[in-house]
C-alpha cells in the first residue's frame, strides 16, 4: 500500500541529546513538510521541500535541521538547541497537482 | 499572508444531531481550502476541498462545506452526527494548488454524545 511511514511512534529525548524522526514516502509526491502539534495550537510548519536536495524554513525552525537527499526520504533531527520539544509531529507529503497533503501517522516526543 | 480562525475549540453536540464547525479565512488572493479530521494518537485525513466551481463540496462520511467568499467562511456541516464522527477537525488554506504549506486554524474537538 502507497503511504506515508513515520518512525518511531513514541521517542525519548534526553537533556542535551538529538533525535531524528524518519519519515518515508513511497506515494513518488515531490514535496514533503514537517508540522509540530501541540494541544490548541493546531500544526506549525517546521520545514518543507520541493524537490530533492532543496528545503525552506517553515515558520518555527530553530533548533530543528532536515535533509532530503532522496525523494522517499524527509528525516527531522530535534538539535539540543530546541528547548521545548514535546510534542506530537507530522509528517506529510503532496504532489503538485492538488496540493492535497497526505499524513502519516505521526511521533509523540518526550524529554525524559 | 494567509490566516485560519476556527470558532470554538470544542464543539458537542447530540448523536443525530447537525454538526456544524465553522472556519473564516483571511487571504490576499483567492483562497484554496481544505478540511481535514484527526482520530486520537493518528495523522490527518482529508475530508474535503475546495478549489474553483462549485461553492458546496462534499465529502467523505457525509461532511459538506460551502464556500462564500462574501463572508470569508467555509464552514463544515453534517446533517446527523454519528458517534464515529469524534475527533479533532482541522480547517487549512493554501494561495496554491502547487507543492506549498497549508496554513492551519487551531483545530475544534467535536465530541457527540449519546
Known amino acids: 500500500d502507497g503511504g506515508i511511514t513515520q518512525s518511531p511512534k513514541y521517542l525519548f529525548r534526553k537533556e542535551g541529546q538529538n533525535v531524528t524522526l524518519s519519515c518515508e514516502q513511497n506515494?513518488?509526491?515531490?514535496?514533503m513538510y514537517w508540522y509540530r502539534q501541540d494541544p490548541g495550537q493546531g500544526l506549525r510548519l517546521i520545514y518543507y521541500s520541493q524537490i530533492v536536495n532543496d528545503f525552506q524554513k517553515g515558520d518555527i525552525a530553530e533548533g530543528y535541521s532536515v535533509s532530503r537527499e532522496k525523494k522517499e526520504s524527509f528525516p527531522l533531527t530535534v538539535t539540543s538547541a530546541q528547548k521545548n520539544p514535546t510534542a506530537f509531529y507530522l509528517c506529510?507529503?503532496?504532489?503538485?497537482?492538488?496540493?492535497?497533503?497526505?499524513f502519516g501517522a505521526g511521533t509523540r516526543l518526550s524529554v525524559l | 499572508a494567509q490566516s485560519v480562525t476556527q470558532l470554538g475549540s470544542h464543539v458537542s453536540v447530540s448523536e443525530g444531531a447537525l454538526v456544524l464547525l465553522r472556519c473564516n479565512y483571511s487571504s490576499s488572493v483567492p483562497p484554496y481550502l481544505f478540511w481535514y479530521v484527526q482520530y486520537p494518537n493518528q495523522g490527518l485525513q482529508l475530508l474535503l476541498k475546495y478549489t474553483t466551481g462549485a461553492t458546496l463540496v462534499k465529502g467523505i462520511n457525509g461532511f459538506e462545506a460551502e464556500f462564500k467568499k462574501s463572508e470569508t467562511s467555509f464552514h463544515l456541516t453534517k446533517p446527523s452526527a454519528h458517534m464515529s464522527d469524534a475527533a479533532e477537525y482541522f480547517c487549512a488554506v493554501s494561495v496554491s494548488l502547487r507543492n506549498t504549506p497549508l496554513v492551519f486554524g487551531k483545530g475544534t474537538r467535536l465530541s457527540v454524545i449519546a
Open positions: 506529510a507529503s503532496s504532489t503538485s497537482s492538488s496540493n492535497i497533503q497526505y
Open positions: 506515494l513518488n509526491h515531490d514535496a
